[in-house]
């Protein structure tokens, strides 16, 4: 439910703004929108990742220790898993969109892009952004990579704990448990880890295909 939610404000934070623009050439966004949608997206994406990782831990447990299930994800467990994938993904990210409004803003007021990412709009101020790109470098890592390990433990413990099932239909039966959370996960990652190297690769690659990429990237998992 939390990662329908996600999705969902994901989606209706990106792509009317962007239908707007290639349907209706409506291209204008106001400061205080821009920077609303620069929070919703990195704070619901990493959340997004975060749902991920406790989703593996569920499949973790309902495979590894079935007899236990019951008795370690309770309601109290869901309801503090929540909590938590909210409030430290909200916090670390409140930053981005307070350290792009605070700069001084004296170029030109077009940014290349259809979506407000920090990058983009950061790169209209005549301050230095160093630290803007350090921070967000620093926490999208830290959240996503820390989010990645976990998720590449669960399913190895996982793995591990099949390949020792003899009965008849058991491996199958375990493997199509996690196998469409799995699939998810990797595009996730796959897009996410495309798109970082198009944007470090920026000079050799046209500019519109990181564009296109963070587009959809908002657009497939939701719709998978």
Known sequence: SLLSLLDIVLCLTVIPKVLAIFWFDLRSISFPACFL???IMNSFLTMESCTFMIMAYDRYVAICHPLRY???ITDKFVAGAVVFVIA???FVSLPVPMLSAR???CAGNT?????CTNLSVSKLSCDDITFNQLYQFVAGWTLLGSDLILIFISYSLILKVVLRIKAEGAVAKALSTCGSHFILILFFSTVLLVLVITNLA??????DVPILL???????PPAL
């Open 37 to 39: 949608q620069m929070f």
């Open 70 to 72: 019951p008795s370690i």
């Open 88 to 90: 430290r993904n909200a």
């Open 103 to 105: 700069l001084r803003y």
């Open 111 to 115: 940014i290349k892009n259809c979506i």
């Open 202 to 207: 920026r000079k050799r690659i046209p500019p």
């Open 214 to 220: 963070n587009i959809l990237h908002h657009l497939i």
